[in-house]
């Protein structure tokens, strides 16, 4: 008799954790593109000291890529989205080592960060054709 009281009324599903409109790529977008100004600054500036905290700054812009798009790949994208898009696995996984130390965490190659900001952008057109459906 208590479960009966206890027991949801109303079950409800949802694609995602919480309401739409939390979850938008341009979050990992903007810390690339912080990530590719801060190397395009660095290479222009030949003071140790700049350079050592434009590094050290480029490495938290860059773990900030990877925690957005790591939100995005587990949290907004689901099953039916990996059935209709069959290269996101990949591509998440692409962009993410992109954002690590095998790429801009440990490089300050402008064009490592162009590769990665083309990876974000690949991910929001499939982000915004998914919640136009």
Same mark, same amino acid.
Request: charged letters at 25%; a positive charge.
């Given at each position: 008799m208590l479960l009966k009281l206890l027991r949801p009324k109303t079950m409800v599903s949802a694609h995602c954790d919480l309401p739409c409109g939390v979850y938008d790529p341009a979050q990992a977008r903007i810390e690339a593109e912080s990530v590719k100004a801060i190397c395009d600054k660095y290479a222009a500036n030949e003071d140790p000291e700049f350079r050592a905290r434009a590094i050290l700054i480029? =490495?938290?812009?860059? =773990? +900030? %890529?990877?925690?957005? /798009?790591? %939100? /995005?790949?587990?949290?907004? !994208?689901? &099953? &039916?989205? !990996? =059935?209709?898009? &069959?290269? +996101?696995?990949? /591509?998440?996984? =692409?962009?993410?080592? +992109?954002?690590?130390?095998?790429?801009?965490?440990?490089?300050m190659d402008p064009k490592v960060a162009d590769d990665l900001l083309g990876k974000i952008a690949e991910i929001d057109k499939i982000f915004w054709e998914t919640k136009q459906a």
């Open positions: 480029k =490495e938290q812009r860059s =773990e +900030l %890529v990877k925690h957005h /798009l790591w %939100v /995005l790949w587990t949290d907004y !994208f689901k &099953p &039916p989205h !990996f =059935e209709k898009y &069959p290269q +996101l696995h990949q /591509l998440f996984n =692409e962009a993410t080592k +992109l954002a690590g130390a095998a790429g801009t965490k440990g490089s």
